[in-house]
C-alpha cells in the first residue's frame, strides 16, 4: 500500500514556493546541459575536461537533494508570515558557477589542443 502524502499547502496565491521550486530545476538542467557542452572537449582537451564535467554535475546532485527542503522552507515560512532567504545555496551555486567559468577560460587559453 503506498502511502498518498499530501504536500504542504500555503495561501499564497501567487504560487511563489513552486516557481522558485521550477527556477531551481532550470537550473539543475542548464548545469546537466554544460556537462554535457563540456564532454565535446575532452577529445580535444583531454582528461582534465572531467573537472568541468564533474563540478556542474555534482552542482546539479546537490540542488536535486536540497529541492525539497528548500521547497517545505519556504512553504513553512509563507504559512508563519516569516521566512529567511536562502543565502548559502545561492552562494553556492554562484560559487560553483564561477568556478566553472574559471576552469573553463583556464582550458581554453592555457591547455594545448590534443590532436
Known sequence: MTSQRRPPSHGDPGLQPERT?????????????????????????????????????????????????RFHHAINGINQEAITPDVVSTAAIAASVLVL????????????MEH
Do not use: E, Q
Request: charged share 10%.
Open 101 to 112: 567559468a574559471c576552469l573553463g577560460i583556464y582550458i581554453v587559453l592555457f591547455l594545448p
Open 21 to 69: 521550486d521550477l527556477a531551481w530545476g532550470r537550473t539543475t538542467l542548464s548545469l546537466v546541459v554544460a556537462a554535457a557542452v563540456f564532454l565535446r572537449w575532452m577529445p580535444h582537451h583531454g582528461l582534465v575536461v572531467s573537472a568541468l564535467v564533474a563540478a556542474p554535475l555534482a552542482t546539479a546532485l546537490a540542488i536535486i537533494f536540497s529541492r525539497k527542503r
